[in-house]
């Protein structure tokens, strides 16, 4: 799974996964979460089912094929929530035999006719009605909502969005439309017989077998999954999909894409064969299953998820070309997912506690695909970014990668077991050597292949093929918490022509780790590699001829740490100009941004930024000066003047249109006019504020030019003051998720924040469709970003409230629009009703 995240830094502060008071079973112990107790092993799930589109139901059937586990039992015990139950049967050969069962607090308990042995399989058949709309768990701050099976617009009364149907089972939501034992390390086989609307397209795990018209408009489609994954994987997706076909090999590789987004769908997903093939080489071992295909859907609960052989992404993976020239900003994701289809779904986490064998290495795989389709320095961009978001996170700090000790197996999805624990699998692939860490990877699959692993499996078939001793790694990195906090300093000795290097970690608890410094003598760097000792301090002598120019610890960008160091610019400069490692360029220019404009020097380190080879090192360049400055104008204007029309990279000619529009020079009116026009979003976007600051009378007629449907956050930040100021009505809809969020955005951006604020009021007081439409949005995105965390509800209910208080008074002074206030009235008060 990957999760979906807003990035506003405010957010965090409401939207992190709350940290409780841990739950004591004893007076020393806390609370333990066990690996699921295995007692009876499901062997094949067959569902038949049909929907009833008006009540936002499922009919079912299921005949479940079971053993005992190893004990003898007489007894099934089956999740099954919110559901009805008709009829529990015995099946023999097809003939029935009523069954004894209990069903109470989701729980369904079957007396069986005997006592069965292991191995001794039996066929229960259950007939029931799904009820996902009284399931009574609830979502959280990873995964929004948790009843399992989501009907969208299912009478159409939304003439804006399509009729969907799909399933989401991570964590425990399966139970929710099948009974099941809905633990990860129960795995079977699986068929589903889908009675839909000709009309729909179906997806489900496996290979459809076979798809048989129906009276009234049905159909009839039997898909079939012959080999066993875990019951949270299991998925159905029904609706009008256009189905672009393509292939890796022999196996069928199909993009389910609503038909307005058809013609891009070879420009979203066309990389995947590359990327199966790539990963298959990668790991020594082929993709495993039958098929892969991907599908999204509106409204979904976070950000995509592994489905075995049918992902489902969320909408934002709908993009169009103003978007997909800047960047495909979803193809990380769908590398993610993907990459689970070996971690995760070949081989599954035994417990949720274990997660980490799923979702970090799905995380890591995404520096492992841009690594090898875009180059080094975006693989550690990415990295960086992901890194330093948990560094940046301090109730993190204290949470293992391995937990037993969760409060919700909902809590586990976060930055520990996603961002730093990328990081680590990083660490583990420099000490190990690229040959050892992808054999060890192989030999972990295929030893645990169809079947459940934890971490210490991990660890075994490291240690196996390397002939390392792992512990030592795994106890601090997996089963411990935290990272090394470092600051250093240097003494030189003139007798012997050393530097003493002195390593401080001040954490509480010392590491041991490898650690690369950089030592420059005379202007050029001599990499050191060096063994950090789990202790407090450890210091290093290196042979220099004088005092070093400058001394890089962390200089390959490995280790996962939070370290302080203070350099000049000067020094800074140096470290740009001789280190290949794109971290160390992006920290020297990150590092000089307070001296812009101040130091000369720091005006030559960024130019020598925006010549560099990489885009993302130039556009932070562009990010940091002010060609108001006249040293900088004289010295950068003519490049970045180029770069605005010229760069090959649509977002770094955006930044540099930026970078020209704080001048706000009538001079460059040319550039920004040209720029208005161009397919890229970014580029149109920051062309569009640049016409705003010299000439605002333009921008009610420019505004309207640009597509922010599914734009990113950044432009769309960029162009929600320009659209409120303007009363833009036709991108009233597309602002409207950050205006959902004005109370939270006012604290980080006071000046955004009353943006937001003004274009939600306007939002609010208006009686046209684009309200409609935009009150939708805003409700939906809220949802999409709630989780369970209660301050937020609280604030979000108390918006919408002033919201519906607004639309009253419309109503009040305009009875003659009644026909397009009242939908709006509606949705606001059931949204009030849902965030309670």
């Known amino acids: 799974m990957k999760k979906a995240i807003l990035s506003i830094a405010i957010l965090g502060i409401f939207f992190s996964a709350n940290v409780s008071a841990q739950t004591e079973t004893s007076g020393r112990e806390k609370v333990y979460r066990a690996t699921h107790t295995k007692v009876t092993e499901l062997k094949h799930t067959k569902l038949k089912v049909n929907f009833d589109y008006q009540k936002e139901q499922m009919n079912g059937e299921e005949w479940l094929t079971a053993s005992p586990y190893f004990y003898p039992t007489n007894e099934l015990t089956l999740d099954a929530k919110g559901m009805l139950i008709h009829e529990v049967a015995l099946d023999i050969n097809g003939k029935k035999s009523s069954l004894k069962y209990d069903y109470k607090n989701d729980v369904l308990k079957i007396s069986l006719d005997k006592t069965y042995q292991k191995n001794q399989d039996y066929t229960v058949y259950i007939k029931y009605t799904s009820r996902p709309n009284e399931v009574k768990q609830e979502g959280s701050a990873a995964i929004n909502d948790a009843k399992g099976l989501y009907f969208i617009n299912p009478q159409g009364k939304d003439p804006d969005m399509p009729t969907q149907i799909w399933t989401q089972g991570e964590t425990e939501s399966s139970s929710a439309w099948f009974p099941t034992i809905d633990k990860p390390n129960q795995k079977s086989t699986q068929e589903i017989y889908m009675t839909v609307p000709d009309k729909y397209v179906t997806l489900s795990n496996g290979i459809m077998k076979d798809s048989q018209k129906e009276s009234n408009g049905l159909r009839t489609d039997h898909w079939m999954m012959d080999k066993r994954h875990s019951t949270y994987l299991f998925f159905m997706g029904v609706g009008e999909y256009a189905i672009v076909k393509d292939k890796w090999k022999n196996i069928p590789v199909d993009y389910y ?18 990327m199966i093939e790539f990963f298959s080489k990668k790991m020594g071992y082929d993709y495993p299953w039958a098929k892969y295909a991907q599908i999204s859907g509106r409204d979904y609960v976070s950000g995509a998820m592994e489905n075995t052989t049918a992902t489902l992404h969320g909408s ?13 900003s979803w193809e990380d994701t769908i590398a993610h997912e993907l990459f689970h289809h070996w971690f995760g779904d070949l081989v599954t986490a035994e417990s949720w506690s274990n997660l980490t064998v799923n979702e970090s290495f ?45 409060e919700s197996r909902e809590d586990v999805f976060d930055l520990v077991t996603y961002q730093k624990g990328g990081g680590i699998l990083h660490m583990l692939r420099n000490y190990l050597g690229d040959d050892a860490f992808f054999a060890g990877m192989n030999d972990y699959l295929k030893t ?4 459940n692993a934890e971490a210490h499996q991990l660890r075994l078939s490291f240690e196996k093929v390397s002939g390392k001793d792992l512990n030592w790694f795994f106890n601090q990195w997996y089963f411990g918490s935290g990272n090394p906090k470092l600051n250093y300093s240097s003494t030189f000795e003139p007798v012997k022509k050393q530097v003493t290097v002195t390593i401080n970690q001040t954490q509480d608890q010392p590491f041991e780790f490898p650690l690369a410094i950089d030592v420059y003598d005379n202007g050029k760097p001599k990499r050191y590699n060096v063994w950090v000792n789990a202790e407090a301090k450890n210091t290093f002598n290196f042979d220099v001829s004088k ?8 200089a390959d960008g490995v280790l996962v740490a939070d370290i302080t160091d203070t350099k000049t610019p000067e020094q800074y400069l140096m470290q740009f100009t001789n280190s290949k490692e794109f971290k160390n360029r992006y920290a020297a220019l990150n590092g000089i941004k307070d001296q812009v404009g101040k130091n000369p020097v720091a005006t030559k380190l960024l130019a020598a930024g925006i010549k560099d080879p990489y885009f993302r090192v130039r556009n932070k360049a562009l990010e940091l000066m002010d060609l108001n400055n006249p040293e900088q104008m004289k010295t950068l204007g003519a490049d970045v003047e180029k770069i605005a029309s010229n760069d090959p990279k649509t977002l770094t000619q955006a930044a540099a249109i930026a970078a020209l529009a704080k001048t706000k020079d009538k001079k460059y009116f040319p550039i920004f006019e040209k720029g208005v026009n161009a397919v890229s979003n970014a580029v149109r976007g920051n062309s569009l504020g640049a016409i705003s600051a010299i000439d605002p009378s333009r921008m009610a007629s420019l505004a309207d030019k640009i597509d922010l449907s599914g734009a990113s956050e950044d432009l769309l930040t960029q162009m929600l003051p320009i659209v409120v100021k303007n009363k833009v009505t036709s991108q009233m809809a597309n602002i409207a998720p950050i205006a959902a969020f004005y109370p939270f955005v006012k604290f980080q951006n006071p000046e955004l924040g009353k943006s937001a604020e003004e274009g939600f009021n306007w939002i609010m007081s208006s009686d046209n469709l684009k309200a409609t439409e935009s009150i939708t949005k805003m409700i939906g995105h809220a949802k999409s970003q709630m989780g369970d965390n209660p301050q937020a509800k609280m604030m979000i209910s108390q918006m919408l409230k002033d919201g519906l208080s607004k639309k009253m008074e419309l109503l009040k002074q305009n009875p003659q629009k009644a026909s397009s206030i009242n939908p709006q009235i ?11």
């Open 826 to 836: 509606d949705a606001l008060n059931k949204a009030i009703e849902d965030f309670k």
């Open 316 to 328: 934002d993976i709908l993009q169009k070309p103003g978007q997909l020239i800047d960047e495909n």
């Open 547 to 554: 005092t070093p120019d400058l001394i890089n610890i962390n």
């Open 362 to 406: 799905a995380n890591y795989s995404e520096y492992l695909w841009n690594e090898y389709k875009y180059g080094k320095d975006q693989a550690d961009y990415h990295q960086l970014e992901d890194v330093n978001r948990y560094i940046h996170n301090p109730s993190d700090f204290k949470k293992n990668l391995v937990r037993f000790n969760y």
């Open 448 to 451: 645990n292949e169809y079947q």
């Open 257 to 274: 894409i609503e038909k307005e987004y058809e013609p891009y769908a070879k420009q979203i997903y066309g990389n995947t064969p590359e």
